[in-house]
């Protein structure tokens, strides 16, 4: 059976990307065929592992990004032969953990299609690379909890604004910053100051963080399934101090001096 026809009849065609190299041509089939979904190999921090497999595909006249993801594939605990157990590398301990995203996120929506797991796996990876996507990376490293929260339809539509102000004069890194308390999910808010986030049904304590603006919290959020919950924030700007040496006034740099928000 073919990939085309596996994904036709609802299998999700998973497949490692390879261990020939970081060379750009060297992944071949079946993680090269445009019908399935190959997986590359990251190390415990992110960084694409030197033996993973890349290629783009040109099946067909095509020019597909691969692998479409990427992976922990570094050190992986597993069952060696006679019973013991040892650490192994390989993008085919990369490949089992999309596997198991796919099986938890069924288990989520149980009606989801192949192109639809394919999709929310990729919308919902951690960006890694210059660009995304990117043939080392793909669309990213897979985050299981993000998957299943995306794909089951339940999520948080949260509006942070901070009393009107935009943020378009300030870096990517300057925008503000909210943590789900209890969750891995940390989202970062647009140059107008509005951020998404996606989570199961619940109740949860987000904070929000930005340069120059005091933190804020808030508790008991809650989270209706299949619902949209919109919590706003108004952040207010940290003072300004002068600062006193040897008895001269003067400004920090010639300019005012934001004090660094504290959390106590």
Known sequence: MTPDEQSLIGIFATFAA????????TMKAPASYPATFSVGTVTADD???NFSSRIPSTWFGSNLV???VSAP?????SSMPGGAYGEIDGTSMAAPHVT???ALMLQANPGLTVAQLESVIKQTAKP???TTPNNDYGWGRIDAYAAVARDAHINTHAASHSAGTTFSNQSASGYPIVDVEGTPITVTADADGYYTAYLPAGSYTLTVSSPGYRIATASEVPIIAQGTTVRNFDLAPVPTILL??????YYDSQSLCRLPSVVK
């Open 18 to 25: 390879g261990n020939d190299g970081w060379d750009s041509a």
């Open 66 to 68: 691969k692998p479409e």
């Open 47 to 49: 960084t694409i592992a």
């Open 244 to 249: 006193v040496d040897s008895g001269a006034w």
């Open 128 to 130: 890694l690379g210059s």
């Open 100 to 102: 198991g995203a796919v």
């Open 73 to 77: 594939g570094v050190k992986v605990r």
